[in-house]
């Protein structure tokens, strides 16, 4: 609180009601995950529009390990995900960069750094498990602001429905909940429609 100016010590306590602080927060872990995350979306805008599809889903998966708390193996045993970046990390991903070797070099690229945000919960992490072991599925990743949200499953036309399948058995049914999945199709964002004042609209687009 010393370094928040007094006027808002106010605001400060009334977000932090409801919130146990732990001892200490991991500010590197999140930092990374900042910084990879914004060069992410740059990579896939690029990616979209290069038709890259299948990299585009890896670096849905990527920003999702960035975001969790634990991963299942194929039994579907639970195990807790260390998102945590120690200075042995850190070496080894410069050692990596000073190693001259393609691989190791792209490996560790910060795009391809999924950092330690650390918002998902455990059944979050657990349908995006599930998910990425159907064939066709590309991509999944927790959305929304963390603290449960829901997934965004990228995934091929012609394996919606073995994925559909999947989540419901494994997932919805053992748990007794109603299906809550929303099949759809991306497509573009908004733009500048022009309808009456066209030259005025392409001096707005040239600007």
Same mark, same amino acid.
């Given at each position: 609180m010393a370094l928040i100016s007094e006027e808002n010590?106010?605001?400060?306590?009334? /977000? &932090? #009601? !409801?919130?146990n602080p732990p001892d200490y927060y991991y500010v590197r872990a999140v930092t990374m995950f900042g910084i990879a995350e914004c060069c992410r979306a740059k990579l896939c805008k690029e990616a979209l529009e290069a038709g890259k599809i299948e990299e585009f889903g890896k670096m849905m998966n990527i920003s999702h390990n960035g975001d969790r708390v634990a991963y299942y193996d194929e039994e579907g045993?639970?195990? *807790?995900? =260390?998102? !945590? &970046? %120690? =200075?042995?990390? &850190?070496?080894?991903? /410069?050692? =990596?960069?000073? !190693?001259?070797? %393609?691989?190791? @070099?792209l490996r560790?690229? /910060?795009?391809?750094? %999924?950092?330690?945000? #650390?918002? !998902?919960i455990p *059944? /979050? =992490?657990?349908? @995006?498990?599930? #998910? &990425?072991? @159907?064939?066709?599925?590309?991509? #999944?990743?927790?959305s929304g602001a963390g603290l449960g949200g829901c997934v965004m499953i990228l995934v091929e036309e012609g394996a919606v429905d073995a994925l559909v399948a999947k989540l419901e058995r494994e997932y919805y049914a053992p748990r007794d909940l109603d299906p809550g999945i929303t099949i759809c199709a991306p497509v573009k964002g908004s733009g500048l429609v022009c309808l009456a004042l066209p030259e005025k609209c392409r001096k707005i687009q040239e600007a």
């Amino acid at each position: 609180m010393a370094l928040i100016s007094e006027e808002n010590h106010g605001k400060i306590k009334r /977000i &932090l #009601a !409801s919130h146990n602080p732990p001892d200490y927060y991991y500010v590197r872990a999140v930092t990374m995950f900042g910084i990879a995350e914004c060069c992410r979306a740059k990579l896939c805008k690029e990616a979209l529009e290069a038709g890259k599809i299948e990299e585009f889903g890896k670096m849905m998966n990527i920003s999702h390990n960035g975001d969790r708390v634990a991963y299942y193996d194929e039994e579907g045993n639970m195990h *807790e995900y =260390d998102w !945590s &970046l %120690p =200075d042995v990390k &850190l070496e080894e991903l /410069i050692n =990596d960069l000073r !190693s001259e070797n %393609p691989e190791r @070099v792209l490996r560790a690229q /910060i795009e391809r750094q %999924p950092g330690g945000y #650390a918002c !998902s919960i455990p *059944e /979050i =992490d657990y349908i @995006v498990d599930m #998910a &990425l072991r @159907v064939k066709g599925v590309m991509g #999944a990743q927790i959305s929304g602001a963390g603290l449960g949200g829901c997934v965004m499953i990228l995934v091929e036309e012609g394996a919606v429905d073995a994925l559909v399948a999947k989540l419901e058995r494994e997932y919805y049914a053992p748990r007794d909940l109603d299906p809550g999945i929303t099949i759809c199709a991306p497509v573009k964002g908004s733009g500048l429609v022009c309808l009456a004042l066209p030259e005025k609209c392409r001096k707005i687009q040239e600007a």
